[in-house]
């Protein structure tokens, strides 16, 4: 027995939807996630791919973000909703701003810890890694 999570773009011409369990959650502070989203840093969700679907996919859209990983994302309202890369064979990142659901897991960590900005302050206890080494 396994409940939908359910996770769209802005506009909502792009929506997705995975079966729990997930894999994990972290908050990546990379210097392209950053760039990529406009964001401090950004928090995804590890999931495996063959429990994951579009359900509306139109304007989806993948891009080369760096050599062997696409980042996916609304072409309509330009909601960045995803990530694959070659490094992580099998499972697809999603952005968990677009998914309103509760997970089954909180973010357990920050990677890429060593290029946070300096303005933001975060007042959390969890483990906080740099590049990573997956
Ligand atoms: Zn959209
Ligand atoms: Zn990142």
Redesign the pocket.
């Given at each position: 027995m396994s409940t939908a999570i359910l996770g769209?773009?802005?506009?909502?011409?792009?929506r997705f939807a995975f079966d729990l369990p997930t894999k994990w959650v972290a908050h990546c502070h990379c210097t392209m996630c950053r760039r990529a989203q406009g964001a401090a840093f950004v928090t995804w969700v590890g999931v495996e791919a063959v429990q994951f679907r579009w359900l509306a996919d139109a304007?989806l859209r993948w891009y080369d973000s760096s050599p062997g990983a696409q980042r996916g994302?609304?072409?309509?309202?330009?909601?960045p909703l995803a990530f694959r890369s070659e490094r992580w064979p099998g499972e697809i990142h999603l952005t968990r701003a677009s998914i309103d659901d509760e997970l089954d897991r909180a973010p357990e960590m920050h990677v890429c810890h060593d290029t946070h900005v300096p303005w933001v302050i975060l007042g959390d206890d969890l483990p906080r890694q740099g590049a990573l080494t997956a």
């Open positions: 769209q773009c802005l506009c909502g011409a792009t304007d994302f609304c072409a309509h309202c330009g909601s």
